[in-house]
């Protein structure tokens, strides 16, 4: 079965989160603002030059499958992934992806343009320097252009939410603010596994396992246990 994982660094963006409230900033803050691993220069890119749709607020989630661990069925994360996204240690919330999508469908379909519908999907990682705009060409238009990402990034194996029409939505790439766009979906404490990340610095392995057992319900008590090494 098919998870998706969001990994935070504050507890704080971790319980908004579980509380229904999305917090999305637009693809284009991505480009400069961001450390390695979460910074991509080449989002929206049709050239080396021009960006287009970094405007659209996406929400970015880690895809992971169930595995079978010694004691119940666990989510195994790349190391790699917790160095990108909370390297000082951080909070993860895992909810299953159908349950998930259903969720943010309302969401979805209320935050769509005429003429490009908001849209979400498994991320595309066939970007380099040699093949920028590749996927605007012929009929599929941009429709899915922030679905594509640099071959490097594909051990993230990233699904990806993008909303093309915000309601009250603003931001300003030019004068380096960025206003998060803040919007609720339904409460997921009765959905999600809740988990407390090591410092990347006292993981030994290549993995860690997200066990999803009972104590790991956000209903039975949040963040007690730490990701174990696989």
């Known amino acids: ?17 579980l509380s229904g409230q999305l917090r999305l900033l637009p ?3 991505y480009i400069e603002k961001e450390g390695t691993g979460r910074l ?21 989630c880690l895809k992971c499958s169930t595995q079978q661990s010694k004691i119940t069925s666990a989510l195994v994360i790349c190391t790699s992934i917790i160095r990108d996204f909370c390297k000082c240690g951080g909070y993860a919330v895992a909810v299953e992806k159908s349950k998930f999508i259903e969720m943010v469908s309302p969401l979805i379909k209320l935050c769509s343009a005429d003429q490009q519908p908001s ?13 920028l705009g590749k996927h605007w060409n012929g ?5 899915d252009s922030l679905l594509h990402k640099r071959i490097e990034y594909a051990y993230q194996n990233e699904y990806r939410f993008v909303f093309t029409n915000p309601t009250h939505y603003t931001f300003c790439i030019n004068d380096g603010f960025e206003q998060p766009w803040r919007v609720n979906i339904q409460d ?10 090591k410092p990347v610095c006292e993981i030994k392995d290549d993995f860690i396992e997200l066990p999803l057992c009972d104590s790991q319900r956000v209903s039975c008590g949040a963040w007690r246990c730490w990701g174990r090494s696989k």
């Open 27 to 29: 693809a284009g803050y």
């Open 40 to 60: 991509d220069g080449f989002e929206g890119a049709v050239s080396k030059s021009e960006r287009l749709n970094i405007s659209f607020p996406i929400l970015c």
């Open 139 to 143: 009929s599929t238009g941009l429709k």
């Open 188 to 197: 997921l404490h009765e959905s999600a596994y809740a988990f407390y990340i």
């Open 119 to 131: 849209y979400h999907g498994d991320v595309i990682y066939d970007i380099d320097e040699n093949n």
């Open 1 to 17: 079965m098919d998870y998706l994982v969001r990994l935070f660094e504050k507890q704080d963006y971790a319980e908004q989160f």
